[in-house]
């Protein structure tokens, strides 16, 4: 049985606050396309409310985070000019926690494999 799972968290560095209200999109990527699988929206603390990819469907294999930059920052008053939708794509080789967050103002964003 697998025991891994994805999650995430938004910060807008910009403002230094959680990015409530930013869509996430999860793709699995296979055979040179990509496979919608979640789309959620990030709460008060910039999370989702629960596992993007929870255990009980969780598989190894490519996947594609899509965060929809653009529209959280025209909710916030800031006219994005640079940054519309940030695509991460990553590899989950083995039944883990996997913990994707995204760090973002107008102009930059940054990620990492969190714990």
């Given at each position: 049985m697998a025991a891994g799972y994805l999650t995430t968290h938004v910060l807008d560095t910009a403002q230094g606050v959680p990015a409530a209200g930013m869509t996430v999109v999860l793709y699995r990527l296979a055979d040179g396309g990509r496979q919608e699988l979640r789309r959620l929206v990030t709460?008060?603390?910039g999370r989702t409310d629960g596992a993007i990819l929870p255990t009980e469907t969780f598989v190894t294999g490519d996947y594609e985070l899509e965060f929809h930059v653009g529209p959280y920052l025209r909710a916030q008053g800031t006219e994005p000019r640079f940054l519309d939708i940030v695509p991460i794509r990553f590899r989950?080789?083995?039944d883990?926690?996997?913990?994707?967050?995204?760090?973002?103002?107008?102009?930059s964003y940054s990620t990492y494999r969190g714990s």
């Open positions: 709460n008060a603390d989950m080789a083995e883990s926690h996997y913990h994707v967050p995204l760090l973002v103002s107008p102009y």
